[in-house]
C-alpha cells in the first residue's frame, strides 16, 4: 500500500525556553525534526511538513538538508490545535501516517506496523504503569472505543492503562471527509485530531490500537525531555556499531553523532567524542580524544588530541595535545603539543613537540605544504603561506617564513650568548 505522510512541526516549544525553534533542537548531532524525517522517507516518497511558529527558518534547514519535501503553513489563529494544523494539507496516497516533528526516537519497524493491516484507522497506543494526567485510550474487542480525557473518566476508566501515543494512519478519504467537519467547541477553543476517532467510530468504521513502545513515542519538549532522547539515542547508535564490529571502552562515557560512519576494525577508548559526518576507517581514537567531520583512515589520536573540521588522516599517528584543523596529513607523526591548521603533510614527515603552523593573519587563512620526510623540530612556528619541500630539516627552535627546498636544513635563531657571573652580580653572592 502506497503512504503519504504528514509530519506535524508547528507548534511553538514554549517549555523549551529557547529561541530555537523546538524541532531544530539537535540530538545526536541532528536536528529532532531530520530524525523523524529519515524514518518518514524509509517508507514514502510523499512527505509533507506542517509549520507556523518560525516556520520560513524551519524550511529553510529542511531544504538545506532534504529535496523533494512538501510545506504546508498552518493557519493558527482561525484553526490552532492538532486538527487545524491538518486543515488544507492534500497528500496523494490511498493512507495518510501523521507524525509529530518532536518525535525524533521513532523506527522504521514502527512506522511500518501502523501503516500495516485494513482497518480505516490504525491509532498508536501505549500501556503505561502511571496513566496519570493523560487521556485514556477505552478498547473492547481489539477495536478503540473512544478516548476520554482524564478529568471525564469515570472510576472504571480510571483504571486503564492504555493511553493515546499520538500517531495515526488513515485511509486518506475518511481524513479528507473529517478533517474539514472538526470543530473547536471544548475548553480550549482548539480544533484537536482526537476528535477524528470519535467521528469514525460513530460511522461504525473500524479504528485499530496498535501498541508501540514509550521509549520510540516519546515526545522532546523541554531540555530535560532532550537530555533522554539523546541518552536513548547514543545507546542505539553504540549497539549498533558495537555489533558491527567496532570497539569501545566503557560506552557509556563515548558519544557518537548519529551522522559518524566506521568501517574495518576500529577501537574508541573512554571519554572519546565522535561528531558531525567523521568517516573511522580500521583506527584508534584514544582517551578523551575528539574527531570532528573528518576522515581517520588507518591511523590513531590521542589520548587527547583533537581533530577539527574538513581533515583527512591517512596512516597516520597523532599525538596527546595535537590539533589538527582542515588539514590532510598522510604517513605522519605528530607525537605532542602541535597545532597543524590549513596544512598537507606528506608521507615519512615528523612533526615535533611545540610546532605550530601559523595559518591566520588577523583577516586570512594560509596554506602549509609539507612535502616527504621532513622533520620538523620542536617548538618551530611554520608561518604560512609556506612550502617545505621534500627530505627538509627544520632545526628546533625556528621561525620559518620563507619556503625551503629539497634537501636543506633550514634554521632561524638568535645567537646564543653567555653572561659570565652574572647571576651573582644581580643577586650578591651568598
Given at each position: 500500500m502506497s503512504i503519504s505522510v504528514v509530519i506535524l512541526a508547528a507548534g511553538q516549544g514554549t517549555r523549551m525556553k529557547s529561541s530555537t525553534p523546538k524541532v531544530l533542537h539537535e540530538i545526536s548531532g541532528k536536528s529532532m525534526l531530520f530524525h523523524a524525517i529519515d524514518a518518514a522517507q524509509e517508507i514514502s516518497d510523499d512527505i509533507t511538513i506542517v509549520l507556523y511558529h518560525q516556520a520560513t527558518r524551519i524550511q529553510e534547514e529542511i531544504e538545506a538538508n532534504y529535496s523533494g519535501m512538501h510545506f504546508h503553513l498552518q493557519d493558527a489563529k482561525q484553526f490552532p490545535g492538532t486538527g487545524g494544523a491538518m486543515k488544507g494539507v492534500k497528500t496523494k496516497n490511498s493512507r495518510t501516517l501523521i507524525l509529530n516533528g518532536d518525535m525524533p526516537l521513532i523506527t522504521k519497524d514502527s512506522l511500518l506496523a501502523l501503516t500495516s493491516g485494513e482497518a480505516d484507522i490504525n491509532m498508536s497506543v501505549i500501556k503505561l504503569h502511571n496513566p496519570t494526567g493523560y487521556g485514556r485510550v477505552i478498547i473492547e474487542d481489539e477495536k478503540v472505543l473512544e478516548i476520554v480525557e482524564q478529568k471525564d473518566c469515570n472510576k472504571t476508566q480510571l483504571l486503564t492503562s492504555t493511553?493515546?501515543?499520538?500517531?495515526?494512519?488513515?485511509?486518506?478519504?475518511?481524513?479528507?471527509?473529517?478533517?474539514?467537519?472538526?470543530?473547536?467547541?471544548?475548553?480550549?477553543?482548539?480544533?484537536?485530531?482526537?476528535?477524528?476517532?470519535?467521528?469514525?467510530?460513530?460511522?461504525?468504521?473500524?479504528?485499530?490500537?496498535?501498541?508501540?513502545?514509550?521509549?520510540e513515542f516519546k515526545g522532546v519538549n523541554s531540555k530535560l525531555d532532550l537530555a533522554h532522547a539523546e541518552e536513548i539515542l547514543q545507546r542505539r547508535i553504540k549497539i549498533k556499531w558495537m555489533q558491527a564490529g567496532v570497539s569501545m571502552r566503557l560506552p557509556e562515557t563515548i558519544y557518537i553523532d548519529s551522522r559518524a560512519t566506521f568501517e574495518g576494525e576500529c577501537m574508541l577508548e573512554n571519554g572519546v567524542s565522535i561528531q558531525g559526518a567523521s568517516r573511522i576507517i580500521s583506527s584508534h581514537i584514544k582517551t578523551h580524544?575528539?574527531?570532528?567531520?573528518?576522515?581517520?583512515?588507518?591511523?590513531?589520536?590521542?589520548?587527547?588530541?583533537r581533530v577539527r573540521p574538513n581533515s583527512k588522516l591517512v596512516d597516520t599517528h597523532i599525538g596527546n595535545f595535537v590539533e589538527v584543523k582542515k588539514s590532510t596529513l598522510t604517513?605522519?607523526?605528530?607525537?605532542?603539543?602541535?597545532?597543524?591548521?590549513?596544512?598537507?603533510?606528506?608521507?615519512?614527515?615528523?612533526?615535533?613537540?611545540?610546532?605550530?603552523?601559523?595559518?591566520?593573519?588577523?583577516?586570512?587563512?594560509?596554506?602549509?605544504?609539507?612535502?616527504?620526510?621532513?622533520?620538523?623540530?620542536?617548538?618551530?612556528?611554520?608561518?604560512?603561506?609556506?612550502?617545505?619541500?621534500?627530505?627538509v630539516m627544520v632545526a628546533a627552535g625556528s621561525t620559518i617564513t620563507k619556503d625551503v627546498e629539497q634537501g636543506s636544513l633550514v634554521l632561524s635563531r638568535t645567537p646564543q650568548k653567555s653572561i659570565k657571573n652574572f647571576f651573582y652580580k644581580f643577586f650578591g653572592k651568598k
Open positions: 493511553v493515546n501515543a499520538g500517531i495515526y494512519a488513515v485511509d486518506t478519504t475518511l481524513l479528507e471527509k473529517y478533517i474539514p467537519a472538526l470543530n473547536n467547541n471544548n475548553a480550549q477553543a482548539e480544533y484537536y485530531l482526537t476528535d477524528i476517532i470519535k467521528m469514525a467510530v460513530d460511522e461504525g468504521k473500524s479504528v485499530n490500537p496498535v501498541y508501540v513502545e514509550e521509549e580524544s575528539v574527531v570532528e567531520a573528518s576522515h581517520i583512515e588507518n591511523s590513531d589520536v590521542g589520548p587527547m588530541g604517513g605522519v607523526k605528530a607525537g605532542h603539543l602541535a597545532y597543524i591548521g590549513d596544512a598537507t603533510i606528506d608521507e615519512g614527515s615528523n612533526i615535533g613537540a611545540g610546532v605550530i603552523t601559523c595559518n591566520y593573519d588577523g583577516k586570512n587563512k594560509y596554506q602549509t605544504i609539507i612535502g616527504k620526510n621532513v622533520f620538523v623540530g620542536s617548538d618551530t612556528q611554520l608561518v604560512a603561506p609556506l612550502t617545505l619541500a621534500d627530505d
